[in-house]
């Protein structure tokens, strides 16, 4: 059983920066693969990125690269977004998601944790 809690979420400027935190507790964190997705009002859950148990590979959606990374700290059980240069388009409810494997899945089907979300609002 994994349990993740995100933080970090409000309300910035656009061209602004946030971190997102997620923190996972749970024997087996550290040993899985860490999505992040983002549903926006009205549509459904997208994949923003990924980071494998180890951290050594991360994948963005095409869209967001350049903008966004991900990082993970296994000694505290730790997965961080740093999101910058954000658009009023990036404003959704953004979920930290876990899963066994080595691989990372762009699809929300396939992992097995979810947080409860945190809400990420870009607006002057």
């Known amino acids: 059983q994994v349990q993740l809690v995100e933080s970090g979420g409000g309300l910035v400027q656009p061209g602004g920066s946030l971190r997102l935190s997620c923190a996972g507790s749970?024997?087996?964190?550290?040993?899985?693969?860490v999505g992040w997705f983002r549903q926006k009002p009205g549509k459904d859950r997208e994949f923003v990125g990924g980071?494998?148990?180890?951290?050594?590979?991360?994948y963005y959606q095409d869209s967001l690269k350049g903008r966004f990374t991900i990082s993970r700290d296994n000694a505290k059980n730790t997965v961080t977004l740093q999101m910058n240069s954000l658009r009023p388009e990036d404003t959704a409810i953004y979920f930290c998601?876990?899963?066994?494997?080595?691989?990372?899945?762009?699809?929300?089907?396939?992992?097995?944790?979810w947080g409860q979300g945190t809400q990420v609002t870009v607006s002057s």
């Open positions: 998601a876990s899963k066994a494997g080595e691989l990372v899945y762009m699809e929300a089907l396939g992992y097995d944790y």
């Open positions: 749970g024997r087996t964190f550290s040993n899985s693969v």
């Open positions: 980071i494998s148990w180890s951290g050594g590979r991360t």
